[in-house]
């Protein structure tokens, strides 16, 4: 029995750390710019620099113009750093562990990705959005970390199937007129 217990204590003192993965990224700050084929650029925007437990986050919608067709890109950024760190670029980088999915409330509004990781399955840093009549409601757009891109539908944006860990999920007020 004594010759079990100074394995036991080597076993539990092993100073090798535990590889736990990648640090998760935290984001502060969401920019989802639309601009037409002619006009000024929309800007939806998130701002949460002092995170969950402080102030109320920031969040602006906006006001898009109908039948119209916008060319979408997102924007995420660490902003509790000093600089900002760049989190869009780390998302880039990790296509394949990423992919952005965007719902609505708006029946005559339509978001289709523009861009696509090496393996052919969608991202959602860029995007075309196509408005239709006048109408009013939300725009959600949720990063998914790890996803399963070859779940039923996830390609086409349904997140249903995709899994993975929500990284952001935000809800913009749209109106379109």
Known sequence: MYLLLPVVLF???????IDEGPDEEIITTLLYTLTPTTGDPVVLSFSDIDGESG???????GTLSANTTYSGSLELLNESESPAEDITEEIAEEDEEHQ????????DLTVAY??????????GLSTTV???ATSAG???ITL????????ESVSDGDITNAGGETDIEV??????E
């Open 11 to 17: 076993i539990a003192c092993d100073p090798d750390p």
């Open 55 to 61: 102030n109320d986050p920031i969040i602006s919608g």
């Open 100 to 107: 952005f999915f965007f719902a609505t409330t708006i029946a």
């Open 114 to 123: 523009a861009d696509q990781d090496e393996d052919g399955n969608p991202i």
């Open 130 to 132: 196509t408005t239709g």
């Open 138 to 140: 939300t725009v959600t």
């Open 144 to 151: 998914r970390h790890q996803p399963n891109k070859g779940g």
């Open 171 to 176: 809800e913009f007020p749209i109106t379109v």
